[in-house]
């Protein structure tokens, strides 16, 4: 449950960087993180729910960052 949890975090999160116009950032991390998760699935590391949930929460983290580094910041009016 909580890897869905994560994984709907990242989706919420990729959404909300596109609109504000942060695609390719959101596009590579989504996309590392398939990358990631594919990976480790096809060479059968680990349990895949244990797998899921570290990837979509590192994916999470990164998108965090990448949120508060574009609306962190002061307005361009100012």
């Known amino acids: 449950m909580a890897g869905l949890l ?7 999160t990729g959404l909300l960087l ?3 116009g942060a695609v ?29 949930l570290a990837v979509y929460g590192a994916a999470a983290t990164v998108q965090v960052a990448l949120v508060r580094g574009l609306l962190g910041r002061a307005t361009a009016h100012r």
């Open 24 to 52: 390719l950032g959101s596009t590579a991390v989504c996309g590392a993180a398939a990358l990631a998760q594919t990976l480790a699935l096809l060479t059968r590391t680990g349990d895949p729910n244990r797998v899921a």
């Open 6 to 12: 994560a994984l709907g975090v990242v989706l919420w």
């Open 18 to 20: 596109q609109s504000f």
